[in-house]
């Protein structure tokens, strides 16, 4: 992963954990709800890792 597309994931990930924690904090969502949406988030972009590089134009 480039270091470019590496920053737009770790800046995409901080935005949701900050909603996460944001819906947490209105008691619209669990602790454990919002570890369960990032969980996820994280087991999709695994699953669909080649297809993402393939998208952004890096090799894996």
């Known amino acids: 992963m480039n270091e470019t597309l590496g920053q ?6 901080a935005s949701m954990k900050k909603l996460l924690d944001l819906l947490v904090a209105k008691g ?3 602790k454990e709800e ?4 990032l ?3 994280a087991d999709s972009a695994q699953d669909r890792l080649d297809e993402i590089q ?4 890096v090799q894996g």
């Open 34 to 37: 919002a570890f369960s949406v």
């Open 28 to 30: 619209v969502l669990s």
């Open 54 to 57: 393939t998208e952004a134009g």
């Open 8 to 13: 737009q994931a770790v800046a995409a990930n």
């Open 39 to 41: 969980a996820e988030g």
